[in-house]
């Protein structure tokens, strides 16, 4: 499994799914591959971090239900605070991520996708779902993301084929049968990519977006199973964005460290494109 050495731009004209190519565009446009993970509990520090942060990243990835509702006073504003992540993903050119993590059979997940307190479908461009349910998981996905405004042009799914966790089962084997049930008929347009920690199989006509969280430059780990690697070890081995959490969010200055990691990592992406 070789990573692509192609550039980002050159991958953007040609990826088989819609918002694939929207994100390999805004990576190209804005020189970032980097995907910073909201791990705050507070909904006006997430906001705040989003609107010093918005420039240098590409995706922003967030655990909305690890937010105490004690930060909310009613639905409306769970409602408001989604409309203001759209905002300023419009505003700084990056794209939204909730790492929900489906992991039941299709018709449940249909209905933890689409409704719910917080209808992760109508605002975030990209979710991502476990593998081990079967591919029903994402034919269940699907029919909610077709029915959103813009429907796949504006929704994507990814796959967990590799945790970075000590002692995760996602690894070899069942990675690459993830990625074998990425090429069904019901991920077509729909599946643009992969959690993993580095180059997945690819064929003739497939362009899979890797994306890497444990990933840190200053820790190895954590006292919980998480392990870190850093942006370029990921990079050169294949992944095409780096996820990185308290290395920004819990830094004295989440700004500098935010243009930290997005240029190692933008680095050692033009290694690896040989550029
Ligand atoms: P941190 O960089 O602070 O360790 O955060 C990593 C983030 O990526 C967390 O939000 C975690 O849920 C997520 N994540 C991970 O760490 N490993 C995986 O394999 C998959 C993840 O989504």
């Known amino acids: 499994m070789s990573p692509s050495t192609d550039t980002y731009a050159q991958r953007a004209s040609t990826h088989p799914t819609p918002l694939g190519r929207k994100l390999l565009t805004i990576m190209s446009r804005k020189k970032t591959n ?23 990243i590409c995706l922003a990835k967030t655990h909305i ?11 409306e504003d769970v409602h408001q605070f989604t409309a203001s992540l759209e905002a300023l ?3 700084h050119d990056f794209l939204l991520f909730e790492d ?28 991502n779902a476990h593998s081990v349910p079967g591919d029903g998981i994402i034919a269940g996905l699907r029919e909610v993301a077709e029915g959103v405004e813009g429907g796949l042009e504006n929704r994507g799914l990814l796959l967990l084929a590799e945790m970075s966790s000590k002692g995760t ?17 019901k991920a077509k347009g729909w599946v643009m990519g992969f959690i993993a ?21 200053g820790v190895k780990g954590d006292a919980l199973g998480q ?34 990691y997005r240029d190692a990592g933008w680095k050692a992406y033009q290694k690896r494109a040989g550029r």
């Open 34 to 56: 980097l995907c910073v993970s909201l791990d705050t509990p507070s909904p006006v520090e997430i906001l705040s971090l989003l609107a010093d942060i918005g420039p240098y």
């Open 65 to 75: 239900d690890a937010i105490p509702f004690t930060a909310f006073s009613s639905f």
């Open 89 to 91: 993903a419009k505003e």
């Open 100 to 127: 929900r993590k489906f992991a039941d059979i299709g018709n449940t997940v249909k209905a933890q996708y689409g409704s719910g307190i917080y209808k992760i479908a109508d605002w975030s461009h990209i979710t």
């Open 169 to 185: 089962l996602a690894k070899g084997a069942y990675r690459d049968t993830t990625v074998e049930m990425a090429r069904g008929e």
């Open 197 to 217: 920690q580095g180059a997945v199989e690819t064929r003739e006509g497939e362009d899979w977006i890797v994306m890497t969280p444990g990933v840190n430059l």
């Open 227 to 260: 392990q870190y690697n850093t942006p370029e070890k990921v990079v050169l081995g294949g992944s095409d964005i780096i996820i990185v959490g308290r290395g920004i969010v819990a830094a004295a200055d989440p700004v500098k460290e935010a243009v930290r």
